[in-house]
T-cell receptor, first 112, second 115 residues
Framework: AQTVTQSQPEMSVQEAETVTLSCTYD???????LFWYKQPPSRQMILVIR??????QNATENRFSVNFQKAAKSFSLKISDSQLGDTAMYFC?????????FGQGTRLTINP | EPEVTQTPSHQVTQMGQEVILRCVPI?????FYWYRQILGQKVEFLVS????????KSEIFDDQFSVERPDGSNFTLKIRSTKLEDSAMYFC?????????????FGPGTRLTVT
């Protein structure tokens, strides 16, 4: 069974700083997808970024980028030039055939 | 932009009562999912549904739970006799296919409170 671990329950940075959220996972599958979801206080799940396991190039979406290390089974999220609106819970998720498996989440606070 | 919708946004019910949570997936999607998030915890998979039958379910999805696609648009989750520990946020999701390239789109969730 797949597992996803986020070792940082909470993080806090100043506005405009760069922050990196960690995620590791465990799987025996070779083809899979990894995601980062953002959950603001409204509790809606918003997809931030996705990474295909077969791609070596790290995914990037504007201020959001990932560092995908397949051999180490590591998938960290970097947020550059952080903004107050980035304050939220962030969940790392693994997808094999069907279901998503989520980590415990990291509560990120951006301070003015 | 098409989106997944869920009703109600908040449901309060008494222990032992039946509840039905409703979802309208994106219209051309074929795979449907329910997830649960107890307050302060991670999101957990409950069940996936395709071609009018359950394709996968978790240990949480016991006999108290059932899913149905009663018409061409709605996808429902029924909890037959609610327990206090069923209090959670319930998310519906849909995807175009189950293949790896197809991401799941989440609805806004239904907050279920069992008293």
């Amino acid at each position: 069974a797949q597992t996803v671990t986020q070792s940082q329950p909470e993080m806090s940075v100043q506005e405009a700083e760069t922050v990196t959220l960690s995620c590791t996972y465990d799987t025996s599958e070779n083809n899979y997808y990894l995601f980062w979801y953002k959950q603001p206080p409204s509790r809606q799940m918003i997809l931030v970024i996705r990474q295909e396991a077969y791609k070596q190039q790290n995914a990037t979406e504007n201020r959001f980028s990932v560092n995908f290390q397949k051999a180490a089974k590591s998938f960290s999220l970097k947020i550059s030039d952080s903004q107050l609106g980035d304050t939220a819970m962030y969940f790392c998720a693994f997808k094999g055939a069907q279901k998503l498996v989520f980590g415990q989440g990291t509560r990120l606070t951006i301070n003015p | 932009e098409p989106e997944v919708t869920q009703t109600p946004s908040h449901q309060v019910t008494q222990m032992g009562q039946e509840v039905i949570l409703r979802c309208v997936p994106i219209s051309n999607h074929l795979y449907f999912y329910w997830y649960r998030q107890i307050l302060g915890q991670k999101v957990e998979f409950l069940v996936s549904f395709y071609n009018n039958e359950i394709s996968e379910k978790s240990e949480i999805f016991d006999d108290q739970f059932s899913v149905e696609r009663p018409d061409g648009s709605n996808f429902t989750l029924k909890i037959r006799s609610t327990k206090l520990e069923d209090s959670a946020m319930y998310f519906c999701a849909s995807s175009e296919s189950r293949g790896d390239t197809y991401e799941q789109y989440f609805g806004p969730g239904t907050r279920l409170t069992v008293t």
